[in-house]
């Protein structure tokens, strides 16, 4: 047989492209999985609760950095995309995002050369701005270029990440955006996953509140200067809590509400999974969509070396998977392509290294070597990003599709 040079670190050196299934070593390992239907159930999902909260949807990319699965999201109804760099928000636009939030703050140069070939290209961009300086630079770039950049006041919060930190300081912006030309003022941003403290909800909603209230000030001054009015918050944490809060708000029909969860496309069975039982548990809404969120990505390894009675090393590590929020947690083990067993609660991924992962194992389970170790992972942002190319699998790991990410 001829065999193949691979083109990434989970490839088929087989000369065939379609039958390959993971199960059957036909791929190098580790290799991160999506599955099939529970991407599209997810899908489903967040874009039936998003239309039931009349809020849109601008999930963000920079979860996956995959265009398959933006273009899925945008099918799905997304009104658009959110991303967190210049560079992602080409990659939105070549998958198809006509809207796209940066929500973080444009600085330098090339950066904003980026964003100016997209308003170029009749891609709508909205940027945060919190400072004046950043506005006089946003002003300075783009009035040479005769282009009109969209821009969000981000509020933040004391000891957050960026954002006014005043009330007065977002009216101060406001106003300093409209005497300058090439900078209009659409609307306010905010992200509430900052915040910490003994009760959290409580002061996710008085900022979402404070941020309807500045918008309210913004409209009654006439300071929104660009055709598209919007507010926008949430992340993968929150989400029910934004949509409640805005979807009640007194503002007019014209301002859209823009959610921006990103996690939710792949979620997981560690962070978010949690923060989805309070979601379900605070929400009515939550729950009447039916379902829940399910884990769509896998991390496939092999069982490298039995050193010791109850340990085993796995061919993974730190190249391969999140490790910030809790290791990959095993959820099933396969010899010879048949499944051995899901019961595997009692075992843990105690320690990872650069390629290697030590696992115990209990009495109950006798892994050998070359078994296939099937596991999910916690905060997928940080397993998706270590990988140039993902597998899409159906239910019997039949591998669909090669998709490349673009981080």
Known sequence: MKYQ??????ASPLPQSSGLNLLQQDICLPAAVLKQQAIQHNLNWMQSFATQSQVLLAP????????????RQLAAGAWGLTVATAWQAQIAADAGARHIILANQLVGKANM??????????????VCVDHPAQVQALSDFFQPLQLNIAVLIELGVPGGRCGCRTEKDVMALAHQINTLPAVQLAGIEFYE???????????????VKQAV?????????????????????AGSVWYDVVAEELSAALLPDQVKLVLRPGCYISHDE????????????RS???????????????????????PEPGLAVLGFGKRDAAFDAGLPAAVALYRHGELLTTALQNCETIKVMDQHAFWRYDE???????????????????????????WLVDENYNLLQELDTFF
């Open 364 to 390: 109950a389970v006798q892994p050998q070597i070359g078994d296939i170790l099937l596991l999910s992972t916690s905060h997928p942002c940080l397993t998706f990003d270590k990988w140039r190319t993902l």
């Open 5 to 10: 040079i691979a083109r990434h670190k989970s």
């Open 113 to 126: 050369a980026l964003v100016a070939k997209l308003l170029q290209q009749s891609t709508e961009v909205f």
């Open 213 to 233: 209230s500045l918008m309210q000030s913004l409209l009654k001054q006439k300071l929104l200067q660009y055709p598209i009015q919007l507010i926008s918050g």
């Open 193 to 207: 996953g900052v915040i910490k403290g003994p009760e959290p909800e409580q002061a996710v909603r008085q900022l």
């Open 60 to 71: 963000h990319g920079k979860t996956s950095m995959t265009p398959w699965l933006f273009q």
């Open 270 to 281: 560690g962070i978010y999974q949690q923060a989805q039982k309070q979601v379900l548990a």
């Open 284 to 306: 009515t809404l939550a729950c009447s969509v039916g379902g829940d969120l399910q884990n769509a990505l896998e991390l496939a390894v092999y069982v490298q070396s039995l």
